[in-house]
């Protein structure tokens, strides 16, 4: 997996902090901005916090490109709804021999890997029979509808492989493009950062939790899941690891702020 914050508002902890003010104040939020510092606007910024106020932040937005990660996750992550996507199309990309997603569980059990590798192997042939037998019988009906040789070809390989990606795992690896408010961001941390979420989802909210905290530290100070500054809120749910959750995401912002 590879995590990349490609593009942020520039500046956002003054942006929030301006925004934020501009709520309580008769000036406008060019005269404010003038009057914002780097410690102005995180002291400002900290106090939103801890007031519960929220709604500023959403005018810090936070662009990353992410690889390497499953078709299962792509389903997880797009149930955050207010974000933009943009994902690598099975439709229009062909996957000869295709990369894939090996959950840790089975990558430490040398039977399962086997079972699991033997199934990507035959999902990896079924696609390619699938292709070249959808895009030969499609190829004809084109030419036999008047198409050139050469054009048929090309528009029966993508019709092909729109058909045959349903032979595909969830395994399967995809790319994209995720731009998120912080304020969806926060919401995102609470959730996925937690020991609650599945593993692949987790190990992506980290890697984002520490693009951001490098480039807007005071915004994403108190992120992460619940525990992280308070009770846990899952309640008979609770993984009962309160203490080492916080000892990771602590690890996190403070890696992000060495190398930020």
């Known amino acids: 997996m590879k995590v990349q914050l490609i593009a942020h508002t520039e500046q956002p902890d003054r942006i929030v902090a301006a925004a934020a003010k501009l709520c309580y104040s008769k000036s406008g939020a ?14 400002f910024v900290n106090m939103l916090s801890e007031m519960g106020h929220e709604s ?19 389903a997880q992550i797009t149930r955050h709804r207010i ?42 042939e079924s696609y390619e029979k699938l292709t070249e037998l959808l895009k030969e019988r499609i190829t004809r009906q084109l030419v036999e509808d008047g198409l050139s040789e050469k054009e048929a070809a090309k528009r029966a390989e993508k019709q092909a492989i729109e058909d045959a990606r349903f032979a ?11 731009t998120m408010n912080a304020r969806s961001l926060q919401n995102f941390f609470r959730l996925r950062c937690c020991n609650r979420a599945q593993w692949e989802i987790r190990e992506l909210a980290d890697m984002m939790l520490a693009e951001v905290c490098r480039v807007a530290p005071a915004l994403f100070k108190n992120s992460g899941p619940s525990c992280v500054c308070g009770a846990c809120t899952e309640g008979k749910m609770s993984c009962g690891k309160a203490e080492q959750t916080r000892e990771r995401i602590a690890a996190i912002k403070e890696g992000s702020r060495r190398n930020g």
């Open 30 to 43: 060019i005269g404010l901005l003038e009057g914002l510092d780097e410690e102005k606007s995180e002291r």
């Open 168 to 178: 595909l795992p969830n395994a399967c690896e995809t790319n994209l493009v995720v």
């Open 56 to 74: 500023p932040i959403e005018h810090a937005s936070f662009t990353f490109a992410i690889e390497g990660v499953s078709r299962s996750l792509l």
């Open 83 to 124: 974000a933009s996507y943009s994902v690598q199309s099975q439709r229009y990309v062909r996957l000869d021999d295709f990369k894939y997603v090996t959950p840790p569980a089975i990558e430490q059990d040398p039977e399962a890997l086997e079972i699991y590798r033997q199934a990507m192997q035959s999902c990896a």
